[in-house]
């Protein structure tokens, strides 16, 4: 009796304190009562990346032009012709409207604690490009996360590692068994990317990354923020599967949509 009174309690204590100080969406700035930082209106619109390569996430504008009843295809033409060196990218989201809002906030803006909150994104929104069945097993066969590394003058002016941070923070959704592992490193200093154009982009991933010998034999995860064009994660893979990874899969929290592909 006394324990189902003190569970009321623990209940009923974090409701009152909602109703009497309702939080803030940090997107519309409209106050609301739902748990978080966004308020339920802004959090089911961010747009996300539904109709995507089930390989490598690329959107798949073309499906404007897809036939009612026919099915969808399931991977880009690139993804039919070209091998990759992950076995599978994941990214919810389009990096446009508010998730962009919302990523800048997070990652320019020094909101360090919003990495939970993108975490939980991820976490709630991968079923969109995994088999449904499958989407538990999906999220907690790989256990063994490895950030994309932040450039240390980057870190420097942020004041903090997003991705490190990030891979963190994904650790309670998938379970005790996770390991957050260092084992990537940049080897050289480059130029801030999100400054260079596409094709600086292609021209530098070679030799971009080195793997730790602790990847061997290992199924790697590979968490990074947004991906544009595919190159940053592709030269982390291969470094990878260069070092004796089993596999590599690559999270991400959202891909740019082929137009901004330049910016
Ligand atoms: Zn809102
Ligand atoms: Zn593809």
Do not use: Y
């Amino acid at each position: 009796m006394q324990d189902r009174r003190r569970w009321s309690v623990r209940k009923l204590v974090p409701k009152v304190i909602q109703w009497l100080a309702p939080a803030e969406c940090l997107l519309c700035r409209e106050t609301h009562n739902d748990r978080g930082f966004l308020c339920a209106d802004c959090q089911r619109t961010l747009p996300r990346n539904e109709h995507a390569c089930q390989r490598c996430a690329t959107p798949m504008s073309h499906s404007k032009l897809h036939i009612p009843g026919a099915p969808r295809r399931s991977r880009c033409p690139a993804c039919h012709v070209r091998p990759t060196n992950c076995e599978r990218i994941l990214a919810p989201f389009l990096m446009q409207g508010t998730f962009r809002e919302l990523l800048h906030l997070w990652k320019f803006q020094n909101h360090p604690q919003l990495s939970t909150l993108m975490a939980c994104l991820f976490a709630t929104n991968t079923a969109v490009q995994a088999q449904p069945q499958h989407r538990q097993q999906n999220l907690n066969e790989h256990r063994i996360l490895v950030p994309i590394p932040t450039q240390w003058h980057r870190q420097l002016r942020r004041g903090f590692d997003h991705t490190w941070l990030l891979a963190h923070a994904l650790r309670p959704v998938l379970g005790r068994e996770t390991r957050v592992r260092p084992w990537l490193r940049n080897t050289r200093l480059r130029r801030a990317q999100h400054r260079s154009n596409r094709a600086d982009r292609w021209e530098n991933h070679s030799d971009r990354f080195i793997a730790a010998a602790g990847t061997e034999g290992q199924h790697i995860t590979l968490v990074d923020d947004v991906i544009t064009t595919g190159a940053t994660v592709g030269a982390a893979a291969a470094a990878c599967k260069a070092a004796g990874a089993t596999s590599v899969e690559v999270w991400a929290l959202a891909r740019t949509p082929a137009t901004a592909h330049a910016g």
